[in-house]
């Protein structure tokens, strides 16, 4: 699919799950189960996604219409430092997020929230340790 067409798509995906998710919250009265937060999740997602879509798009046409910007951003994109940064940056980010989502879990846990709640958060948080594992393994084997 080219990729115009499928930031147009985004897009256009976004806005029309904002506008379900607003027409949800104003017209479900009595919202009982998973119509509680549908609307909002409706909300969320569309708004990403309609971000997602008009940066690509706003991206493209600056592009298109200044060459010699484009080739700048394709320079910079390549550019051995600035990736040596990004995932310098990354690194630090992931630590940072062992730590804080390690203690957000305690702290719900501590809370008595549902257990359901904490199993899905607990879940996830291993699932992010085993995939830092894996590929920090596989990076070390190949070094």
Known sequence: MNKTILSNLITVVGVSLVAVGVYFIKTIEDPQGLLRAL???????????????????????????????????EIEKKDERNLAIINRAKAKAYDMMIFVLGTLITAIALMAIDLTVVLLLAFAYLFILGYGVYYRLKYFKEM
């Open 39 to 73: 609307p909002y999740i409706c909300v969320g997602l569309g708004s990403g996604m309609f971000g997602l879509g008009m940066g690509e798009i706003m991206l493209r046409y600056a592009m298109k219409h200044s060459p010699a910007a484009a080739k700048q951003l």
